[in-house]
């Protein structure tokens, strides 16, 4: 049965366009899971910390609204496409509409294909059927089973067998100019000896709206593809997002994950990769900035599947106000995978009294012939260092901005050029306001 407080979703609600029978009924067995599952409970592991009622569907009524208004940052990346600095940029409205521009080195390629995902589905339904919802789909959650309803259109990068792109693929999301939910739909995938760097880029439409978004990013990684993709969070302060993401890698695939949470009034992310395939790696990087009354829920997992696998995570955290921060990072070697390296460290930086870190690592080990560590620091900066900096002419406010750049920047510094100069505009901009 359905919790009392869920607002059911319509049939009609959904929509399908001119869709597919596959996508129908995909879309409709998604609309039944959502209805019948329950509200997550709040003494459930996951939701201990966060009240799930704050991203619940409460109608569309109105659709969400697109703003025609330009927006921070877009223009520059268009001049980096221009410069050939990047390989592709593509705006998402509101999860309605998708603007794709490519670069020369794209343009010219046949074989790649970035385009709005009601378009591929149409053009390359061999690409999407088999793969679309399959690592992150209605059954993973309520609120996975909510974005497979009612996704409108989304985002494919498909990089063909082989094909190693040099330049990043710039991706924007821009919410709804109404507090309606956006749902946003992308789909990335890496076909073998491939390599791709995407830069996925999350804001309001407007420092206002109080938006509600919620996200799924779906990433394949065939036999040894590599894959950097970096998501920026930097909405505005009354907005409450919920983000689910997952990598399924093959045998001796690489992927580097970047999650970079700025803004917003409540997140909540739930990351990993699942290393199906022998030799597979992933490493995971989290970099948080909380100010004022700002929540944020991060969830990360690695899931190691098959023999002598390799996962490392070094998720970093720095709070001041009454910001808070809750850190929950699974490491699964199941049995039969012998020979695998696991780590895992959390490190949260206290600025203040008033500022709040939880931090829970766990790892769950079914299988002899492994390494795996796990680690969490939670505190203020030590006395001594501001001391020692102070000892020298560099006054306290600079003191503080040096110890927390130098806390987060071994982290830049696993970015490529152009996503790093990025990330770090906002990096400096929280340190500015310390």
């Given at each position: 049965?359905?919790?009392?407080?869920?607002?059911?979703?319509?049939?009609?609600?959904?929509?399908?366009?001119?869709?597919?029978?596959?996508?129908?009924?995909?879309?409709?067995?998604?609309?039944?899971?959502?209805?019948?599952?329950?509200?997550?409970?709040?003494?459930?592991?996951?939701?201990?910390?966060?009240?799930?009622?704050?991203?619940?569907?409460t109608?569309?009524?109105?659709?969400?609204?697109?703003?025609?208004?330009?927006?921070?940052?877009y223009?520059?990346a268009?001049?980096?496409?221009?410069?050939?600095?990047?390989?592709a940029?593509?705006?998402?409205?509101?999860?309605?509409e998708?603007?794709?521009?490519?670069?020369?080195?794209?343009s010219?390629?046949?074989?790649?294909?970035?385009?709005?995902l009601?378009?591929?589905?149409?053009?390359?339904?061999?690409?999407?059927k088999?793969?679309?919802?399959?690592?992150?789909?209605?059954?993973?959650?309520?609120?996975?089973a909510?974005?497979?309803?009612?996704?409108?259109?989304g985002?494919l990068?498909?990089?063909?067998?082989?094909?190693?792109?040099?330049?990043?693929?710039?991706?924007?999301?821009?919410?709804?100019?109404n507090?309606?939910?956006?749902?946003?739909?992308?789909?990335?995938?890496?076909?073998?000896?491939?390599?791709?760097?995407?830069l996925d880029?999350?804001?309001?439409?407007?420092?206002?709206?109080a938006?509600?978004?919620?996200?799924?990013?779906?990433?394949?990684?065939g036999?040894?593809?590599?894959?950097?993709?970096?998501?920026?969070?930097?909405?505005?302060?009354?907005?409450?997002?919920?983000?689910?993401?997952?990598?399924?890698?093959?045998?001796?695939?690489?992927s580097t994950?970047?999650?970079?949470?700025?803004?917003?009034?409540?997140?909540?992310?739930?990351?990993?990769?699942?290393?199906?395939?022998?030799?597979?790696?992933?490493?995971?990087?989290?970099?948080?900035?909380?100010?004022?009354?700002?929540?944020?829920?991060?969830?990360?997992?690695?899931?190691?599947?098959?023999?002598?696998?390799?996962?490392?995570?070094?998720?970093?955290?720095?709070?001041?106000?009454?910001?808070?921060?809750?850190?929950?990072?699974?490491?699964?070697?199941?049995?039969?995978?012998?020979?695998?390296?696991?780590?895992?460290?959390?490190?949260?930086l206290?600025?203040?009294r008033?500022?709040?870190?939880?931090?829970?690592?766990?790892?769950?080990?079914?299988?002899?012939?492994?390494?795996?560590?796990?680690?969490?620091?939670?505190?203020?900066?030590?006395?001594?260092?501001?001391f020692?900096?102070n000892?020298?002419?560099?006054?306290?406010?600079?003191a503080?901005?040096?110890i927390?750049r130098?806390h987060?920047?071994?982290?830049?510094?696993?970015?490529?050029?152009?996503?790093?100069?990025?990330?770090?505009?906002?990096?400096?901009?929280r340190?500015?306001?310390?």
């Open positions: 049965m359905s919790n009392s407080k869920t607002i059911l979703v319509e049939p009609e609600e959904i929509s399908t366009g001119n869709s597919p029978d596959w996508l129908e009924t995909l879309k409709r067995e998604s609309l039944d899971r959502y209805n019948s599952f329950d509200l997550p409970l709040r003494s459930a592991h996951l939701w201990r910390y966060t009240d799930p009622e704050k991203f619940l569907y109608g569309n009524g109105v659709k969400p609204m697109v703003s025609s208004d330009a927006f921070p940052g223009e520059n268009l001049e980096r496409l221009q410069n050939s600095e990047l390989s940029v593509v705006a998402d409205h509101a999860g309605r998708i603007e794709v521009k490519l670069g020369q080195d794209i010219s390629n046949n074989d790649i294909f970035i385009a709005p009601r378009e591929a589905i149409q053009e390359r339904p061999e690409l999407i088999s793969r679309l919802g399959s690592v992150v789909g209605s059954s993973f959650g309520k609120f996975e909510l974005n497979s309803t009612l996704w409108a259109d985002i990068v498909y990089i063909p067998k082989g094909m190693e792109l040099e330049k990043p693929i710039h991706l924007f999301h821009r919410g709804s100019t507090d309606k939910w956006t749902f946003v739909r992308v789909l990335i995938i890496a076909e073998e000896d491939s390599s791709v760097t995407i880029e999350y804001l309001s439409a407007n420092d206002e709206v938006g509600k978004n919620n996200t799924v990013v779906e990433i394949f990684g036999r040894a593809s590599r894959i950097q993709y970096v998501a920026l969070q930097r909405n505005n302060l009354n907005t409450v997002s919920y983000f689910s993401q997952r990598t399924l890698l093959d045998d001796d695939a690489k994950l970047v999650i970079a949470s700025f803004g917003g009034k409540l997140s909540k992310s739930d990351l990993g990769a699942v290393l199906k395939g022998a030799h597979a790696e992933s490493r995971q990087y989290g970099l948080v900035f909380g100010s004022g009354k700002q929540l944020f829920d991060h969830h990360t997992v690695h899931l190691h599947q098959g023999s002598h696998g390799y996962s490392n995570l070094d998720f970093k955290v720095a709070l001041k106000d009454k910001s808070r921060s809750i850190y929950t990072g699974l490491i699964r070697v199941d049995a039969n995978t012998p020979y695998c390296e696991a780590y895992q460290t959390n490190r949260n206290l600025l203040n008033g500022a709040r870190a939880e931090s829970i690592p766990e790892l769950e080990i079914l299988c002899d012939e492994v390494i795996c560590t796990h680690g969490a620091t939670v505190g203020p900066i030590d006395p001594m260092e501001i020692y900096l000892s020298r002419g560099i006054p306290r406010t600079e503080v901005r040096m927390v130098g987060v920047e071994p982290t830049l510094k696993e970015l490529s050029d152009v996503i790093r100069e990025r990330v770090s505009e906002f990096v400096e901009e340190l500015n306001s310390l």
